[in-house]
């Protein structure tokens, strides 16, 4: 996937909110991609996610997202490139504009998730809220962790965790 480039701001937009996150998830990265790139599924176990309706082409989705400060953030999120299971690449209209990406790698028994976001919004309560409202996504992003832990954990760790359990 190519490296990141800025989002840069139009006239009426904030300066870029430039947001990385590393999870770690024990489990293979077959099954940590599986749930990750299910993007319908997100509400299910990411806190934070009350709505995702996904395109018949499943290239295109339009998320909400409420955050812990009260506000909810529409935008419609497009599929830009996908390297299964090793990533993606997404680009994002609407309350936000601008580009994330998702990256897998393994470690050991455990997946290491990166997931990158540069965005800007029109919305002045964010900008005016920049260091709240990049707390509020840090709180967002780590129900999304946890979320992502407890349903990897629900199907097991993929074919390593189903020898363990055979052998167990």
């Not at 999120?77 to 209209?93: D, I, M, N, Q, Y």
């Not at 990256?103 to 309560?125: A, D, K, P």
Request: glycine fraction near 14%; proline fraction near 5%; hydrophobic fraction near 40%.
């Amino acid at each position: 996937m190519p490296g990141h480039r800025h989002t840069r701001p139009r006239d009426g937009e904030s300066a870029p909110f430039h947001f990385e996150t590393t999870w770690k998830v024990r489990g293979d990265l077959g099954c940590v991609w599986g749930v990750l790139s299910d993007i319908s599924s997100w509400p299910g176990w990411w806190p934070g996610m009350s709505r995702v309706e996904m395109s018949a082409d499943g290239l295109h989705g339009e998320l909400v997202v409420q955050s812990p400060l009260g506000y909810r953030l529409c935008f419609t999120l497009c599929l830009v490139e996908k390297h299964a299971p090793r990533g993606a690449a997404f680009s994002v209209t609407g309350d936000l504009r601008g580009t994330g990406t998702v990256r897998l790698r393994s470690e050991g028994e455990t997946t290491v998730v990166t997931i990158m976001w540069c965005v800007v919004t029109r919305r002045r309560l964010l900008d005016r809220l920049r260091p709240a409202a990049a707390a509020a996504h840090n709180v967002v992003m780590a129900a999304g962790q946890r979320g992502l832990r407890r349903t990897c954990g629900a199907r097991g760790t993929g074919l390593i965790g189903q020898i363990r359990r055979l052998a167990g």
